[in-house]
Nanobody, 127 residues
Framework: QVQLVESGGGLAPPGGSLRLSCAAS????????MSWARQVPGKGLEYVAG????????YYADSVKGRFTISRDNAKNTLYLQMNSLKPEDTAVYYC????????????????????WGQGTQVTVSS
């Protein structure tokens, strides 16, 4: 049974930083691409970053490029999202997502390739 548990969300000031973590279990983590997605009330899911199973390629949405960094530790079955230079528009619930294969991370092309999501962690950017 796939389990994805996010942590690290909270309140940060504009310009601040947060690091999200996602602990994965119930599947062979190192074999699957992973992504971070976010959602605000009344809007659809936005995939903001993705990473290949072996970390050899990454994807970033234009809205976060240059500010967010996705990484993974396959030995620890953990996915990370380092968020710097936070903006109020980054306020959302952030979800960790597992792909059905090893290397589909580009969006929106790969949006149908994700089959599991965590419960989410709230990120609020405000002064």
């Amino acid at each position: 049974q796939v389990q994805l548990v996010e942590s690290g969300g909270g309140l940060a000031p504009p310009g601040g930083s947060l690091r999200l973590s996602c602990a994965a279990s119930g599947f062979t983590f190192r074999k699957y691409a992973m992504s971070w997605a976010r959602q605000v009330p009344g809007k659809g899911l936005e995939y903001v970053a993705g990473i290949y199973d072996d970390s050899t390629d990454t994807y970033y949405a234009d809205s976060v490029k240059g500010r967010f960094t996705i990484s993974r530790d396959n030995a620890k079955n953990t996915l990370y999202l380092q968020m710097n230079s936070l903006k109020p528009e980054d306020t959302a619930v952030y979800y960790c997502a597992k792909a059905s294969g090893s290397s589909c991370i580009s969006q929106p092309r790969c949006s149908d390739e994700y089959d599991s999501w965590g419960q989410g962690t709230q990120v609020t950017v405000s002064s």
